[in-house]
């Protein structure tokens, strides 16, 4: 078993979402948004925690030697989590909350042992799975089995709603469309970093679409 997954977003009409630029577009409509979907806990990438929670700088272990196994440690129970995934174990915390919800951190099995003894002196849950890289589906049946996740918001960056993507594991797109255009070359898309180049689009069922202020769009899919 594994969580309900929503991915929500927020992007300009060609599909960008810096979060600089697509701050200048919108409004506080994604927090207001996201609060109706239910979601008590919430998934962000490195780059999107490493923007708005985690330290500047990035761990640097002195012996970097790999965990090398599946593992995981629980340092608290509660009924919201906020989820950061990190291949290597790079992002430091100043706590072991964000804005008084616990913090899970997942990382592969090439993460070092001193990052995850941090962590645990911090007393910040953590999964290690994934040899050469995350095994999402692995680490989203443990975020249920081990933690109680039933619902979880998905919320970039691309890289990650790519993989989460690639990996099956997306029920249902929440995207609010703010009325902008970026156009920058090597923006970030909604879903990045798929390198199969055969791979088949994925269709959409469309469920709702809603007008809100600032001429912002909230379009809902199932998959």
Known sequence: MRPYIICHMVASIDGRIDCAMVEKIS???????????????????????EHYNAAKE?????????????????????????????????????????????LICIVSEKASEEYLETLRQQDISWIAVGKDGIDLAKAMEVLYERFGVKRLGLLGGGHINGGFLEAGLI???????????????GETSLFDGISDKGRMPVQLRLEQVKKLKNDVLWIRYKL
């Open 27 to 49: 409004g506080d409509e994604y927090y207001s948004t996201l609060e109706e979907l239910d979601c008590p806990s919430l998934l962000e990438g490195r780059v999107t925690m």
């Open 171 to 185: 029920d249902e797109v929440s995207l609010l469309l703010a009325p902008g255009i970026d156009g920058r070359t």
């Open 58 to 102: 990035p761990f640097v272990p002195i012996i970097n030697k790999p965990v090398g196994k599946f593992c995981t440690f629980v340092a608290e129970e509660s009924d919201a989590y906020m989820v950061s995934v990190d291949t290597w174990g790079r992002l430091r915390w100043k706590s072991n909350n964000i804005e008084g919800v616990p």
